[in-house]
């Protein structure tokens, strides 16, 4: 007897790209403004579900946020980033750049050259998404802002402040790098 999983599998491979696409962006899952994910309109609550999720956040080559497990996966609709940073660490033994607390459960390094600030929607940054690897959007909470504030340096005339690590600076631009 051939396993669902595999007959499921088939059936996904025999479906037209386009229709294909169309249900996968489709998919009513989405997440608000604070990370909170609901399916149909109907919060997502147990905290198993939520951590699996937010550990599936991946991203397209085009940069759209998708969330896949076991090798499928689905566009998110999300009403602003994808992940956030909780907290700002100091660096620990052998780390020279600040550590981002995600919501994910990771603790990354912060790029400085993936820092921005979004006017009226605060600072933001990209880090590695799980999977792939791409850029994934991170929006600093404002414990994680406040927390960052300690690298922040400005000489007078400066409009605008800039992140400095050890010897080096970074001006924080009002838009996304790149």
């Known amino acids: 007897m051939t396993p669902l999983s595999e007959v499921h599998d088939a059936g996904l ?7 294909l696409d169309k249900l996968r962006r489709g998919f009513p899952l989405r997440m608000d403004r604070q990370g909170n994910f609901s399916f149909e309109g109907d919060p997502i609550t147990h905290p198993r579900i939520i951590a699996l999720f937010r550990a599936s956040l991946d991203a ?4 759209e946020v998708t969330l896949g497990i076991d090798g499928k996966w689905v566009y998110l609709e999300l009403a602003d980033l994808p992940l956030r940073a909780l907290r700002v660490d100091r660096p620990g033994e052998g780390e020279q750049l600040p550590q981002l607390i995600l919501d994910d459960g990771r603790r990354l390094p912060l790029r400085p050259e993936t820092l921005w600030e979004e006017p009226s929607a605060g600072l933001r940054c990209t880090v590695p998404a799980r999977t792939s690897a791409r850029p994934l959007a991170v929006r600093l909470t404002n414990t994680a802002a406040l927390d960052l504030s300690a690298w922040f340096v400005g000489d007078e005339g400066d409009e605008r402040p800039q992140l400095q690590i050890g010897e080096q600076r970074w001006p924080i631009p009002e838009h996304a790098p790149g």
Do not use: I, K, S, V
């Open 13 to 19: 491979a025999r479906l037209d790209p386009r229709t």
């Open 60 to 63: 397209t080559e085009d940069g």
